[in-house]
């Protein structure tokens, strides 16, 4: 990158935060009198076209003002945007949004998707917390119709899994729940491996439902991910960039194919700026669907024991520094919850 003098810097700052506002060309009579700049329009117009020469901005038209390039978001991203904290009262009522559902796991997921598509009004996305080897935390076994057992299984870090199978003969919603609290006594925080080692010291019954167990604790460690969820897509197709375009649909439709998502996430490394917070402008040159949205990624969860990743999707032209602290502030207080999910 070009090194830029204090009133480049400035100058395409204010520019940037003038695009994101209009989504429109930004001119140099426009900057000085939005902003009241203490220079002439032809100061700033002379500095425009040095930005433009340094590849940090570009002209549609030759009349028309302009707009940041790929380049340009990266410089402001990398060195020029203003990160603030969410104010108070947003941060009390997200933490209080997920305070009453902290026991219902299965609305972690889609709370915390609504919350980023509402702060960032962009699209949001979130994995589930994948454990990094499946690891039993409880076992609960339901009576239902006949012989039908509902199986359900919470695994270390929050993964929920269930399966209906059917029985032999019908069992009684007391047996089963003895059945139940005697795997959980035994094999609780074990592994699917120490669970095979323990499973021929069972019963036939035991034995059955052991053999599930280990079923879909293989089926966890073998994928790259938890289930995905989404919400805010119409904020996207509603932004001008996207409205009625194909580039909104080619990048609605990475977030809506799986194995896409899967080398975006898999492919993405966080742990550099922003403490944990990654921002991916124009597709990196990776993903061609992308090449006209920008996305903020976060880890969240215990390493080495649950993690997931939850993001926001939206045009270049975005409103970085409010997302990169919502994003934040979901993944700090995400990884508390999965870290106390834990320790109950």
């Not at 997921?109 to 935390?137: C, D, E, F, G, N």
């Not at 199986?151 to 919603?173: D, F, P, T, W």
């Not at 439709?253 to 194995?259: A, G, K, N, W």
Request: proline share 4%; with cysteine.
């Amino acid at each position: 990158m070009n090194e830029l003098t204090e009133r480049q810097k400035m100058i395409l700052t204010l520019l940037i935060h003038e695009h994101i506002r209009t989504a429109a060309p930004v001119g140099s009579q426009n900057l000085v009198s939005q902003y009241r700049l203490d220079m002439s329009s032809a100061t700033v117009r002379n500095e425009l076209g040095l930005l433009t020469e340094m590849g940090y901005l570009r002209q549609p038209h030759t009349s028309a003002g302009r707009v940041p390039t790929e380049e340009g978001y990266r410089y402001f991203v990398g060195r020029l945007v203003q990160q603030t904290e969410l104010p108070d009262t947003t941060r009390q009522m997200i933490t209080h949004q997920f305070y009453q559902t902290r026991q219902d796991f299965d609305q972690w997921m889609p709370l915390a998707a609504s919350v980023l598509a509402h702060q960032s009004r962009a699209a949001s996305l979130i994995t589930a917390p994948h454990p990094a080897q499946a690891r039993l935390k409880h076992l609960e076994l339901i009576s239902t119709r006949g012989p039908q057992v509902l199986m359900v299984m919470v695994l270390v870090g929050g993964e929920v899994h269930q399966r209906l199978l059917s029985m032999e003969n019908n069992i009684s919603q007391e047996q089963l729940s003895e059945v139940a609290e005697q795997i959980n006594r035994v094999l609780q925080t074990k592994d699917f491996e120490t669970i095979q080692a323990y499973k021929m010291q069972f019963p036939t019954l035991e034995q059955e439902i052991i053999e599930w167990m280990i079923s879909e604790m293989q089926q966890t460690d073998s994928s790259a991910a938890g289930d995905l969820y989404l919400d805010g897509l119409t904020n996207v197709l509603a932004e001008p960039e996207f409205s009625g375009s194909d580039e909104g649909r080619r990048a609605l439709r990475v977030l809506e194919e799986r194995p896409l998502m899967q080398d975006l996430l898999s492919r993405t490394v966080i742990g550099g700026a922003f403490g944990g917070v990654q921002v991916l402008i124009g597709g990196e040159g990776a993903w061609d669907d992308l090449r006209q949205c920008s996305i903020v990624l976060a880890r969240y969860g215990s390493p080495g024991v649950a993690t997931g990743t939850l993001g926001v999707l939206g045009p270049m032209r975005m409103a970085y520094g409010r997302t990169i602290s919502t994003v934040r502030f979901l993944s700090a207080l995400l990884s508390d919850l999965v870290v106390e999910s834990m320790m109950e």
